[in-house]
C-alpha cells in the first residue's frame, strides 16, 4: 500500500483501467434506441436458419429381408429294394420322366420261372373249384369238398400276387415325375439296398425355408406374397407365397422359420441354391415425419414444430416404427404441420425462426427396407 501511495501513476492507470472496462461494458450491454440491433428480438433470441418438412401421411409396409436355401418339391435317392444285379438302364443323366417310367431292370430269370410255376398251379386250382360248384347242386359233393377247393384256389392267387411283386421288385421305376441326377450304375453292376442309383426331384415347385424375426411373428399367415432373388440371374425377381408358419420359436436367434413356394415351371431354379427372399409385411396408411427431426432425450422422442408466427414448438411425439430415413409417428403431431429437420442444435422452445425452404419435401421411405431385427 505504500509502494501504491509513493508512485500517483500507479493510482492513475489503476482508475483508467476501471474507467475504461466500464465504458466497454456499457455499450455491450445498452439496448440501442428504437429497440434493438439489427437481427435481434425481445428476450434477446434472434430468429435462427432452420430448414423444415412437412408431417405427411403415407402408405408404408414392413419389408423384411431374410436369406434361404432353395427345395425341391419331392426329392428321393433311388435304390432297389432287392440285392440283384443290373441287366438294363433306361435312362441317361437329366432326365425328364414321368411317375411310373421303368428306369433300371435286375436279373429275374428265377422269379420268372417261378412265377410260370404258380400260375399252373392257380390255374388247376380255379379248374377243380369251378368243377365242384357245378356238382353241389347234385349233391355229389359235399359242402366241405368244395370249402377245401376254394381255399386251394384263393392260396394259389395268393402266392401268384407274392411272386409277381418279387418281380415287380426287380423293376426300379420312377416313384413321380421329375428330373433324374447322374448315373451311378451300369448293366452288369450289382446293387444292394443301400446302393444309390441315381437321384430323382421334382422341381417344378421350390420349396424356400427362411427364418423372420420373432417381431412380426403375429403378422406371419399362409398367402402372403414373397419375392426372391438368386445370383445366378441378376435383375430376376422368383415370386412365391408363404404356404406355413413354423409353430416354435427359435430361442438363441429369436426367430421362426416360414416356407414359401415358389412356381418354378421352367425349372431355372435347383436345389441348394442360396436365395434373398423379401416379404411384405402390415401394409397401412400413417403418419410420418424424416427421422432427422427427432430429439431423444431421457428415453423420450421429440420434435420442434413451427407455427404460423415462425416460432418453434417443442412437442412429444409418440413413434411406431422407424425405417431408414423415416419415422412411423403415432401421436403428437398431424398431417400438414411443419417440423424442424435441420439446425435443430440451435433451436430453443420458443424460438423465432427463419425457413430457408419450402418444407414440402419430406423424407418419403415408401417401401425401404426393415431388416428382421427392426423393432419399434
Same mark, same amino acid.
Request: net charge negative; no cysteine; glycine share 8%.
Given at each position: ?9 500507479v ?11 466500464y ?5 455491450l ?13 425481445r ?14 401421411r403415407?402408405?408404408?409396409a ?21 440285392t440283384?444285379?443290373v ?5 441317361e443323366?437329366?432326365?425328364l420322366?414321368?411317375?411310373g ?9 428265377? #422269379?420268372?420261372? &417261378?412265377?410260370?410255376? %404258380?400260375?399252373? !398251379?392257380? $390255374?388247376?386250382?380255379? *379248374?377243380?373249384?369251378e ?20 381255399t ?7 402266392r ?26 451300369s ?14 426331384d421334382?422341381?417344378s ?32 425377381d ?12 427359435? #430361442?438363441v436367434? &429369436?426367430?421362426?422359420? %416360414?416356407?414359401? !413356394?415358389? $412356381?418354378?415351371?421352367? *425349372? ?8 434373398t427372399?423379401?416379404l ?5 396408411d ?26 418453434a ?43 430457408m425452404n419450402?418444407g ?17
Amino acid at each position: 500500500m505504500r509502494f501504491i501511495l509513493r508512485h500517483p501513476l500507479v493510482i492513475i492507470f489503476v482508475i483508467a483501467a476501471i474507467a475504461l472496462s466500464y465504458g466497454v461494458y456499457s455499450r455491450l450491454t445498452q439496448e440501442p434506441a428504437g429497440g434493438g440491433g439489427p437481427g435481434m428480438m425481445r428476450g434477446g433470441m434472434g430468429p435462427v436458419s432452420v430448414t423444415v418438412a412437412v408431417v405427411t401421411r403415407q402408405t408404408l409396409a414392413d419389408e423384411v429381408e431374410s436369406i434361404g436355401t432353395a427345395q425341391a418339391n419331392e426329392s428321393v435317392n433311388l435304390t432297389a429294394k432287392v440285392t440283384d444285379t443290373v441287366t438294363a438302364v433306361h435312362f441317361e443323366d437329366g432326365d425328364l420322366v414321368e411317375q411310373g417310367d421303368i428306369l433300371v431292370e435286375l436279373t429275374n430269370s428265377a #422269379e420268372a420261372a &417261378r412265377l410260370s410255376e %404258380v400260375q399252373s !398251379e392257380l $390255374d388247376e386250382a380255379k *379248374r377243380q373249384y369251378e368243377r365242384l360248384q357245378s356238382l353241389i347242386a347234385t349233391n355229389l359233393i359235399s359242402q366241405t369238398d368244395l370249402e377245401v377247393a376254394r381255399t386251394r384256389f384263393a392260396t394259389a392267387q395268393a402266392r401268384l400276387e407274392g411272386v409277381a411283386a418279387n418281380m415287380d421288385d426287380r423293376l426300379i421305376r420312377a416313384p413321380f415325375a421329375g428330373v433324374l441326377g447322374f448315373r451311378n450304375i451300369s448293366e452288369g453292376t450289382l446293387v444292394t439296398p443301400n446302393t444309390v442309383i441315381t437321384t430323382l426331384d421334382d422341381i417344378s415347385t421350390i420349396k424356400l425355408d427362411f427364418n423372420v424375426a420373432e417381431v412380426f411373428f403375429a403378422q406371419l399367415e399362409p398367402g402372403l406374397s414373397v419375392k426372391a432373388n438368386s445370383i445366378a440371374y441378376r435383375g430376376r425377381d422368383f415370386e412365391g407365397k408363404v404356404q406355413n408358419v413354423g409353430s416354435r420359436i427359435d #430361442e438363441v436367434t &429369436r426367430s421362426v422359420q %416360414v416356407r414359401a !413356394e415358389i $412356381d418354378n415351371s421352367d *425349372r431355372v431354379l435347383r436345389p441348394g441354391m442360396l436365395l434373398t427372399v423379401g416379404l411384405t409385411l402390415n401394409e397401412r396408411d400413417t403418419i410420418v415425419v424424416p427421422e432427422a427431426a427427432l430429439i431423444p432425450s431421457q428415453g423420450r422422442q421429440y420434435v420442434f414444430v413451427v407455427d404460423e408466427e415462425s416460432t418453434a414448438r417443442r412437442v412429444e411425439v409418440e413413434i411406431g416404427r422407424r425405417q431408414p430415413g423415416l419415422a412411423e409417428i403415432v401421436s403428437g403431431v398431424v398431417p400438414g404441420q411443419r417440423v424442424i429437420t435441420q439446425g435443430i442444435a440451435q433451436v430453443r422452445p420458443g424460438q423465432p425462426v427463419r425457413i430457408m425452404n419450402s418444407g414440402d419435401s419430406s423424407s418419403s421411405a415408401a417401401g425401404r427396407t426393415a431388416s428382421p431385427g427392426d423393432q419399434t
